[in-house]
């Protein structure tokens, strides 16, 4: 384009940008008409084409912008909608953006879509398998709807990346518990404590303990007798 409108370099954010079929056109800055750059020539107007160009801008809000604009829905619940959209046009841009990810599916989960929200963690997984944040959400969900192996198998992981992270073991102790496995419940309850000795949910893990260690009501064996 420069070469074809003078020496001096094209402003990228005037640059308007046209999809026609398998072509590429470019409305230059101060111009109308869309020029073909690997033809070297002017398009048809837009009333002659025969298929609708779909016009893309380079000006348009980044990245950036619309996550901070989510960011701010996010702080009404009757925004999150408008959140959501927003954190799928970032993704749209900069599809590999892990907060993004992160973000949509905990503002699908608010509006309580869960299983779009398991469907957005899992999305993120694949593109970020080593994240503590990602594992652990995606575990709280599953363990939510029932699915206790696959819940457990990413809290795991979680804790792994993560194993000061309180809440991880909070939820590992709830999984355990499900699934009777009293044991690693009890160790998972005392790592909650260690981490968050003061937290929201330290008295509820101190009960858990306590329930755990109380003693069990002794029961002697009945001996077999002889009838008389």
């Known amino acids: 384009m420069e070469q074809e409108f003078g020496p001096s370099p094209l402003p990228l954010q005037e640059l308007r940008f046209l999809e026609q079929g398998r072509n590429i056109l470019v409305i230059p800055p101060g111009d109308t008409r869309p020029f073909n750059p690997v033809k070297r020539q002017w398009a048809f107007r837009f009333g002659q084409c025969p298929e609708t160009p779909k016009l893309r801008s380079m000006s348009g809000p980044t990245p950036e912008a619309l996550f901070d604009a989510a960011l701010k829905c996010e ?9 959501v ?7 749209d841009i900069a ?3 892990i907060e993004a990810h992160i973000n949509r599916g905990v503002a699908l989960y608010q509006m309580g879509q869960i299983d779009e929200a398991r469907d957005a963690f899992y999305a993120a997984v694949q593109l970020e398998p080593l ?3 990602l594992r652990y959400n995606l575990g709280c969900v599953l363990e939510e709807q029932g699915e206790l192996e696959e819940a457990i198998r990413h809290l795991q992981r979680a804790a792994r990346a993560m194993p000061a992270h309180a809440d991880v073991h909070f939820n590992l102790a709830l999984a355990y518990e499900k699934t009777k496995e009293r044991q690693l419940a009890r160790q998972h309850w005392t790592l909650y404590l260690r981490h968050a000795p003061n937290g929201p949910w330290a008295e509820q893990a101190r009960a858990r303990l306590k329930q755990f260690s109380s003693k069990r009501k002794k029961t002697p064996p009945i001996p077999f007798r002889l009838p008389n």
């Open 75 to 83: 702080m009404k619940p009757e925004l999150l909608p408008q959140a």
């Open 85 to 91: 959209e927003n954190y799928e046009r970032v993704l």
């Open 95 to 97: 599809p590999h953006w």
């Open 131 to 133: 994240n503590g944040i």
